[in-house]
C-alpha cells in the first residue's frame, strides 16, 4: 500500500524557470508533510515542510502547496539553479506519531 | 550542528556474512529510523525505534533486526546477508512527536556479493 506517492520519476527544467513536484497521499490521517532533497551518496537533507491547517508555506525559492480535499501537494522551486538538481522526495507523517512515510522520489534537473 | 553518523560509507560483505550497521545522533532524540533507498522505491522504512529497548517493524523487516541499548545509538544487523539486500541504507533521527523533521545520517552504501 503505496500511501505517499510520486507519479514522475524524473523532470527537467532550464535554469531560471520554475521548477514543479508533484506528490500524491492517501493517508488522511497524515497531518504534516515533509519536502527532502538527496544528491547522490548523501543523505537526505530537510527542505521544507506545512502542517495540515494551512494550505501555503514559503521558503525563499521554495513554497510548498497543499490541497487537502486532492490528497495532493506541490513544490514550487522559483527560480530554478542547476545545484537544485537533486532527488526529491516527499513525506507524510502525523503529528501524533513518530514515522515518515516517504514516496518514490523525483529526479530534478536543471539545465545551465 | 546536529549530527546523525553512520559507522561506514561504504561496505562490502559476502553472501551469509552477519553485518552490522551503526548509527549515532547527538541529538537526544527519542526516535530513531532505519530506510533502505532503491531507485524507483524512494525511501522504505525497514524499522524504528522511539525509545531505548523499543522497536517496531516499519514495511520492510524480512532479513533484519535492530538494537537500541542507548538512546543515541541504534544498530541495523543482516542475520544473514544476501544479493537482494545490496543497498544505500539510511538512519535517521527525529523527536518524539509534533511537526519536525528527520534528520539524515551520510548513508551506508552496501554491497553484498
Known amino acids: 500500500d503505496q500511501q505517499v506517492k510520486q507519479n514522475s520519476p524524473s523532470l527537467s527544467v532550464q535554469e531560471g524557470r520554475i521548477s514543479i513536484l508533484n506528490c500524491d497521499y492517501t493517508?488522511?490521517?497524515?497531518?504534516?508533510f515533509l519536502w527532502y532533497k538527496k544528491y547522490p551518496a548523501e543523505g537526505p537533507t530537510f527542505l521544507i515542510s506545512?502542517?495540515?491547517?494551512?494550505d501555503k508555506n514559503e521558503d525563499g525559492r521554495f513554497t510548498v502547496f497543499l490541497n487537502k480535499s486532492a490528497k495532493h501537494l506541490s513544490l514550487h522551486i522559483v527560480p530554478s539553479q542547476p545545484g537544485d538538481s537533486a532527488v526529491y522526495f516527499c513525506?507524510?507523517?502525523?503529528?501524533?506519531?513518530?514515522?515518515?512515510?516517504f514516496g518514490e522520489g523525483t529526479q530534478l534537473t536543471v539545465n545551465p | 550542528d546536529v549530527k546523525v553518523t553512520q559507522s561506514s560509507r561504504y561496505l562490502v560483505k559476502r553472501t551469509g556474512e552477519k553485518v552490522f550497521l551503526e548509527c549515532v545522533q547527538d541529538?537526544?532524540?527519542?526516535?530513531m529510523f532505519w530506510y533502505r533507498q532503491d531507485p524507483g522505491l524512494g525511501l522504505r522504512l525497514i524499522y524504528f525505534?522511539?525509545?531505548?529497548?523499543?522497536?517496531e517493524k516499519g514495511d520492510i523487516p524480512e532479513g533484519y533486526s535492530v538494537s537500541r541499548e542507548k538512546k543515541e545509538r541504534f544498530s541495523l544487523i543482516l542475520e544473514s546477508a544476501s544479493t537482494n539486500q545490496t543497498s544505500m541504507y539510511l538512519c535517521?533521527?527525529?523527536?518524539?512527536?509534533?511537526?519536525?523533521?528527520?534528520?539524515f545520517g551520510q548513508g551506508t552504501r552496501l554491497t553484498v556479493v
Open positions: 535517521a533521527s527525529r523527536r518524539h512527536r509534533g511537526n519536525t523533521e528527520a534528520f
Open positions: 493517508n488522511s490521517m497524515f497531518d504534516y
Open positions: 506545512i502542517s495540515s491547517i494551512k
Open positions: 513525506a507524510g507523517a502525523t503529528t501524533s506519531g513518530s514515522r515518515l512515510t
Open positions: 541529538m537526544d532524540h527519542e526516535n
Open positions: 525505534s522511539y525509545d531505548v529497548k523499543m522497536k
